[in-house]
């Protein structure tokens, strides 16, 4: 595809359900990131995949949070049990490696009730 | 870690009028970026430019690599550019790309 993408774009939970959102990188991109964007803030680094390996996940808030990247392309966050200052926007990146430029998706909006 | 500072916060300017927008690092990065945000929440990459200088229309960046520093010039401004800017760093040698809380920029007609 032409950029990132990720869906669902809205999410509304009530608090305790799972969520899963979803992220299809750029093609061919090694490096592939989560964000957390909370509102008037900047984003934060959540998880950090080369491939399908995830090297670096020390931005997790806690272990309700959960991601995978088992092929190497699409990429899968899930949030267990959620709660309410789960809400956020939840932005993915991609980069062709790591220290190269990142491109973002439109980011998933999750609402937790 | 890596603390990103931004100035000004925000940012009130007459449509036409020029700004400068600065981005200051605790530490040295090899890797920083310039993005806008627009109304609808897409980052909109601007510059990729961990040293130098670079264009793009009416916008400019310059960052000073052994100062910890980057610049955003932004001329004859427009509507459009209202948004926030933020700007993002990170080093190889495991440190996670860092955002500053950004610039709010509002452009009047």
């Known amino acids: 595809g032409a950029g990132v993408s990720q869906s669902p774009r809205y999410k509304v939970a009530k608090r305790g359900q799972d969520v899963a959102l979803r992220c299809d990188p750029i093609s061919g991109h090694v490096s592939l990131f989560w964000y957390q964007q909370a509102l008037g803030q900047g984003p934060e680094f959540l998880t950090y995949f080369q491939n399908e390996a995830q090297l670096d996940k020390s931005g997790l808030p806690s272990d309700r949070f959960f991601a995978e990247r088992p092929e190497g392309s699409v990429s899968t966050l899930k949030i267990q049990r959620t709660q309410q200052e789960d809400s956020a926007v939840y932005l993915c990146?991609?980069?062709?490696?790591?220290?190269?430029?990142?491109?973002f998706g439109p980011g998933t909006r999750l609402t937790v009730l | 870690g890596i603390q990103v500072e931004q100035s000004p916060p925000d940012l009130i300017l007459q449509e036409g009028a020029n700004s400068t927008l600065r981005c200051n690092f605790s530490d040295s990065v090899n890797n920083l970026q310039w993005f806008h945000q627009n109304p609808w929440g897409q980052l909109i990459n601007l510059f990729y430019i961990p040293s130098g200088t670079k264009q793009n229309g009416r916008l400019s960046a310059t960052t000073v690599a052994t100062e910890r520093y980057s610049l955003l010039y932004i001329s004859s401004s427009q509507t459009t550019d209202s948004g926030v800017y933020f700007c993002a760093g990170g080093h190889n040698y495991g440190q996670n790309f860092v955002f500053g809380p950004g610039t709010r920029l509002s452009v009047l007609p």
């Open positions: 990146a991609s980069s062709f490696k790591r220290d190269n430029e990142q491109f």
